[in-house]
């Protein structure tokens, strides 16, 4: 683990390997740790560098009660810029998707390509940001455990659940060591999200969408959505994979990557 200091962060991040960089976003309510079975397997072949988003890992909190995906997009950028990376393949799963939309939309020149995985477009409905703020509360009132407890069953699959206990365990451990109130800076952050369905048609580059077939909270039928919406892109569903695909199916998942860079070489 390594920190820089950037936009009045002191930001967290992993880095190994060489050669063209990837990026990697980490979901809700999770850390860069998220991506340790990407980061091995893919550092054999690229510069792999997975941040801590704002306040999340051992990334510091920021200002302010509301993490906005822009934010969350310009600290990574500042985070490249501080790293020497011009561009990169950009990745992130769930809410490090939404990031990686708003990053495209910001500094598109800087994304060499895109992998967006248990994501969606789509802004929150009425309902969905007047949940945000009740888990906020419950966040910052009763701490990660209630959080955990809320969404355990919803982020894995049933098979995950019965099988995996190593996966259920890191998911929750993950959960379980966030900070409250970084947790509800972002839950705030993703209430206020841009929709982006109308603006896929607007990237350009190479993007590989990957889904697992039991995700519940960010369904394959919004994969669908951005796969009509992107043109050119790949979708891979990972069979009997739930929200968190890359922890639940690392081997499905990471080949899905490889085949996707390989393809990528000039
Ligand atoms: C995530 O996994 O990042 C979140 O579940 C996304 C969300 O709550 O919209």
Redesign the pocket.
Known sequence: MAVRSVRGLEMAYEEAGRGVPVVLL?????NRTLWRDQTETLSATHRVVAPDLRGFGETSVGEGDTATMEEMARDVAALMDELKIERAILGG??????VALAFCRLFSRRVRALVLA???PQS?TEE?RAN?EVMARRALDEGMGAIAEA?MP??LAPATHMKNPQAVARVREMILSTKPEAAAA??RG?AVRQDHTNWLQNVLQPTLIVVGSEDQ??PPADSETMRGEIRGSRLEVIEGAG??SNVERPKEFNAALTKFLKDLQP
């Not at 980490?26 to 999770?30: A, E, K, R, W």
């Open positions: 980490h979901g809700f309510p999770f799963l769930s809410m490090g998707g939404y248990d994501t969606r929150d969905g945000r969404m919803k982020l972002a839950l993703m909270l960010t929200h968190v």
